[in-house]
T-cell receptor
Framework: NAGVMQNPRHLVRRRGQEARLRCSPMKGHSHVYWYRQLPEEGLKFMVY????????ESGMPKERFSAEFPKEGPSILRIQQVVRGDSAAYFC???????????FGEGSRLTVL | KNEVEQSPQNLTAQEGEFITINCSYSVGISALHWLQQHPGGGIVSLFM???GKKKHGRLIATINIQEKHSSLHITASHPRDSAVYIC?????????????FGEGTQLTVNP
């Protein structure tokens, strides 16, 4: 049973480009969470999704960021027109139930030049 | 003041020592998580607690709901335990498993 899979592990973008980060939850998990870890800072919640629904996006920046978790395929965190301040590690976690144990991916490390 | 405070921020120990990392929080919670993060690596969930005590190998986690405090203990520490340990809480009021994180404790165990 594969764990939470994130890709790419490392992504380099120039300012103004788009970044797409993908997360495949563990088998049987329908709840997905995205967290951001800025350099030298702690983890911060971004968004919580279930299949085809955004449940809580209160941690997402209002502009340029969006997330989806389609019926088929991975969850995607999309950042449009990236800026240097978006450089961070983005972690995905999944759970079977909304109050269940969380399993984290290895993270995607975005560097904006 | 952060909702979740960890102490110490940094901890250096000699191999074999008993280690304690503390976590205090200021909100009502439904669960508390202890996580481990290695440099440049992913995050591993060590424990999820809502009361009492849990043990896994050399790791022990306790929580006191009335005092809003949790501790993570490592017995017979080893250099491979060197990592950042993060306390995270799930508030009673937030949706699903949205977590609020402490700043982490950097543990270094020297041989």
């Amino acid at each position: 049973n594969a764990g939470v899979m994130q890709n790419p592990r490392h992504l380099v973008r120039r300012r103004g480009q788009e970044a797409r980060l993908r997360c495949s939850p563990m088998k049987g998990h329908s709840h997905v969470y995205w967290y951001r870890q800025l350099p030298e800072e702690g983890l911060k919640f971004m968004v919580y999704l279930q299949k085809e629904n955004i449940i809580d996006e209160s941690g997402m920046p209002k502009e340029r960021f969006s997330a989806e978790f389609p019926k088929e395929g991975p969850s995607i965190l999309r950042i449009q027109q990236v800026v240097r301040g978006d450089s961070a590690a983005y972690f995905c976690a999944s759970s079977r139930q909304n109050t269940g144990e969380l399993f984290f991916g290895e993270g995607s490390r975005l560097t904006v030049l | 003041k952060n909702e979740v405070e960890q102490s110490p921020q940094n901890l250096t120990a000699q191999e074999g020592e008993f280690i304690t990392i503390n976590c205090s929080y200021s909100v009502g919670i439904s669960a508390l998580h202890w996580l481990q993060q290695h440099p440049g690596g992913g995050i591993v969930s060590l424990f999820m607690l809502s009361s009492g005590k849990k043990k896994h190998g050399r790791l022990i986690a306790t929580i006191n709901i009335q005092e809003k405090h949790s501790s993570l203990h490592i017995t017979a520490s080893h250099p491979r335990d060197s990592a950042v340990y993060i306390c995270a809480v799930r508030s009673e009021e937030t949706s699903g498993s949205r977590l609020t994180f402490g700043e982490g404790t950097q543990l270094t165990v020297n041989p």
